[in-house]
């Protein structure tokens, strides 16, 4: 719950507050619950919302310089021949992984400083695909729980998805690369 408010408060501490509004929400609220949707989306949802309103409260002031980010996403374009063409079994899908597994040792892979690379990444995306990302494949919930948190609708959801893995791919990439070339 805590990584969840930290993609819309700025602090840590700001962000544990809102876990502990967000729980005192769930309790008051426990007997209004009608069972729509799971309890675990429902609190993530109660969540999402204390965080969003907390966020926006605390966001009134602008950084100058984050306000450069928005208009260098261009939605991260990617180029048609890095996917399988449509005669193919797995049209669409990406077309080599990013580096083949024979010439990187798996403990390179899992280690720190590659998961490093990795959060890293995730963090520099902009708010609305770092929440996408983290809860679908750090958090491991559903496209429809991680639609029902964020009140998105599947198709947003799906090319915001989309969009952060392809950024956060290019990050591991870079970062193979340059053991490679060391």
């Given at each position: 719950?805590?990584?969840?408010?930290?993609?819309?408060?700025?602090?840590?501490?700001?962000?544990?507050e809102v876990v502990q509004e967000a729980w005192l929400g769930v309790l008051a609220g426990l007997s209004r619950f009608e069972g729509r949707s799971s309890l675990k989306t429902w609190i993530f949802r109660i969540l999402t919302n204390t965080a969003m309103t907390r966020g926006e409260r605390e966001g009134r002031s602008v950084?100058?310089?984050?306000?450069?980010?928005?208009?260098?996403?261009?939605?991260?374009?990617?180029?048609?021949d890095r996917f399988l063409g449509p005669?193919?079994?797995?049209?669409?899908?990406?077309?080599?992984s990013?580096?083949?597994?024979?010439?990187?040792?798996?403990?390179?892979?899992?280690?720190?400083?590659?998961?490093?690379?990795?959060?890293?990444?995730?963090?520099?995306?902009?708010?609305?695909?770092?929440?996408?990302?983290?809860?679908?494949?750090?958090?491991?919930?559903?496209?429809?729980?991680?639609?029902e948190i964020l009140d998105v609708s599947e198709a947003n959801q799906r090319v915001l998805l989309h969009r952060a893995?392809?950024?956060?791919?290019?990050a591991l990439e870079d970062y193979l690369d340059e053991e490679a070339a060391a």
């Open positions: 719950m805590l990584r969840v408010a930290l993609m819309y408060v700025s602090s840590r501490a700001v962000a544990e950084p100058f310089s984050s306000l450069a980010g928005d208009a260098e996403d261009d939605g991260s374009v990617v180029e048609a005669d193919h079994r797995w049209a669409g899908h990406w077309a080599s990013p580096r083949s597994p024979r010439d990187v040792p798996e403990e390179r892979l899992l280690a720190a400083e590659a998961r490093d690379r990795i959060a890293e990444a995730i963090a520099a995306l902009p708010p609305n695909q770092r929440a996408v990302i983290t809860l679908r494949d750090v958090d491991g919930f559903t496209a429809e729980e991680a639609r893995r392809t950024k956060v791919r290019q």
